[in-house]
């Protein structure tokens, strides 16, 4: 104790944690560790955004952070390939020049995003497998299996001249995993025994009592649904949802039916997993999108996109009968197999009345267990506290009602050892440091949200900006519409408010041509669409910004309100 005390704290090298997202929020997670001159982040989460921000197809994590960080040693460690925890890679890998280690999975699903941004991914992409130790500067950092909805997650041991730092990254512990890969308990506890300093630890599911349950239990609704369904069979679920897709794929089988994949994320994952070993599909199982109709109604299986109820996306095409290749009649059945994402509950429910207008039955997990979370719950996180005993516990992932109450569980589960966990709330931005006894919030760096639209793919520090510059450069537009609420027709001639733009100078025939081609857009969508403000709004948008960028070359923001007499 007097030893240390002799030695000005400033002359030691402190190790320092910043989460720059994922607390208070579900996505954009993202961690910084720091120590000297190495610098670790792990994840590089994204978030998709609430449908009234439109134009914005991305929202990550403010960098500025990092830019400004010096280190020597930088790496990226990514946990697992959901978008939540790699939506952002793109951005970070701009900022930080070093290699970015994870799963081959991983790797596979963040490369193809990473090439549609034109990053250059040469020899920066390091693939790791569970148990394999790697150094980066001060840390080395071992990768852990752990296991979730989809194959190849890995949680972190992060071995700093402080201590061990463990982050979790997302997980449940399925016992009866799919791909037979089971959870890294062992060595977990082999660390807890050595003594782990800090736990960062998921709490997404704190408030769900019990245990969360393993991937094969949904296997028995579904059978219920391929045994009694006469007609087609959609299933709408995340594309991620590996296991998922294998568990529908598997019973396609048994029941022979084929199966199509629809929508690109669907297309693209599934041949991903496929291509690496990761999805098991049965020679002469799979038929394209455009065959399905080819095929009696009855021996189709269609994996969709849009559990979300994304206006864009296949299902939502398909729900209003007006997809290429599948539609829906009443001896269907529509499977949400998805959790509904906070914000989203409107727009699902959108899509749910289409489909209930096509006759075809609808079964969501209120109905039947056609869906089971990744996430652990309450006892499992406990059961991660006992293995792990860390000095600190720092609760991620989650609002802060599901952090809170993890901190309590931790406090709880921990009060009667001899040595109780300390645990630290954190929220994005706060400065956490460490010595080997433990942490505390010792500052406030940048933090926030930026919004990214597809044409992104410039430098960071214009990206930080780009929601302003977007606004300044590119104007808004802002067309007010009004429908008539018993024919669904527009009222009158839509007043299009701008700023920005260069059809405001004195010419007022642009914005004449422009109210001319909403009325047009408007008319020529059908009554379903039509009276579907979220997917017209989207419809408008779209063409409106074509029009301007023909016309001026100008990409603004465009808002349409529309209004209902
Ligand atoms: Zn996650
Ligand atoms: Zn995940």
Do not use: W
Not at 223 to 244: D, L, N, P
Not at 412 to 427: F, K
């Amino acid at each position: 104790m007097s030893d240390q005390t002799a030695v000005p704290a400033s002359a030691q090298p402190l190790l320092e944690v910043v989460p720059l997202g994922g607390l208070g929020e579900f996505g954009l997670n993202m961690l910084a560790i720091s120590y000297a001159d190495t610098l670790l982040v792990v994840d590089a989460g994204s978030m998709f955004p609430e449908p009234e921000l439109l134009g914005v197809d991305l929202i990550i994590p403010d960098l500025t952070y990092l830019q400004q960080h010096p280190a020597r040693s930088t790496a990226v460690v990514l946990t697992h390939g959901h978008e939540d925890h790699i939506g952002a890679l793109s951005h970070v890998m701009r900022t930080l020049k070093g290699p970015v280690y994870g799963t081959p999975l991983t790797l596979a699903l963040a490369e193809s995003k990473l090439v549609e941004r034109q990053i250059d991914t040469q020899d920066r992409l390091i693939a790791v497998r569970p148990r394999d130790k790697i150094a980066v500067g001060d840390f080395t950092i071992e990768f852990l299996r752990v296991t979730h909805s989809m194959p190849d997650c890995v949680a972190l041991a992060i071995h700093t001249p402080v201590g061990i730092v463990v982050c979790t990254g997302d997980f449940k512990i399925d016992q009866t995993p799919i791909d037979g890969e089971h959870f890294d308990f062992h060595r977990l506890a082999e660390l807890g025994v050595a003594g782990v300093l800090a736990l960062f630890s998921d709490s997404t599911n704190i408030e769900r009592p019990g245990f969360t349950g393993s991937e094969l239990s949904v296997i028995e609704a579904f059978e219920e649904i391929f045994a009694s369904t006469k007609g087609q069979i959609v299933v709408t679920s995340f594309a991620t949802s590996i296991f998922r897709v294998q568990v529908l794929v598997n019973l396609a089988a048994q029941f022979n039916r084929k199966v199509a994949f629809v929508g690109r994320g669907m297309v693209e994952t599934s041949q991903t997993a496929q291509r690496l070993g990761y999805l098991k599909i049965p020679a002469g199982l799979a038929i394209r999108d455009s065959d399905v109709k080819a095929h009696p109604r009855s021996s189709v299986l269609c994996l969709v996109t849009g559990s979300q109820g994304e206006p864009l996306s296949a299902l939502s095409r398909i729900a209003i009968n007006d997809h290429r290749h599948v539609n829906l009649s009443p001896d269907d059945v529509v499977v949400f197999s998805a959790r509904e994402i906070p914000g989203n509950e409107r727009s699902i429910d959108r899509v749910v009345n289409h489909i209930a207008r096509r006759g075809a039955d609808i079964i969501t997990q209120g109905d039947k267990h056609v869906h089971v979370s990744g996430h652990a719950s309450a006892e499992e996180l406990k059961l991660m506290l006992s293995l792990v005993r860390p000095r600190c516990f720092v609760p991620i992932h989650g609002g802060f009602r599901q952090r809170s109450r993890h901190a309590r569980v931790g406090e709880r589960l921990t009060r009667d050892l001899p040595n109780r966990v300390s645990v630290l709330m954190a929220e994005n931005g706060d400065l956490l440091r460490f010595d080997r006894d433990g942490g505390t919030v010792a500052g406030k760096v940048p933090t926030g949200r930026v919004l990214i639209d597809g044409a992104a793919i410039s430098g960071l520090g214009d990206e930080v900006l780009r929601d302003r510059r977007h606004l300044a450069e590119d104007g808004l537009m802002v067309p007010v519409i009004a429908i008539n609420k018993q024919t669904g027709m527009i009222e009158g001639v839509p007043e299009i408010i701008t700023r920005g733009l260069a059809m405001e100078q004195g010419d007022d025939s642009p914005l004449r041509d422009a109210a001319r081609l909403i009325a047009e857009l408007i008319e020529s969508a059908s009554l379903e669409e039509r009276t579907d403000y979220g997917m017209m709004k989207e419809k408008l948008s779209v063409e409106l910004r074509r029009f301007i960028r023909k016309r001026f070359g100008q990409r603004p923001l465009v808002l349409p309100v529309i209004m209902e007499i």
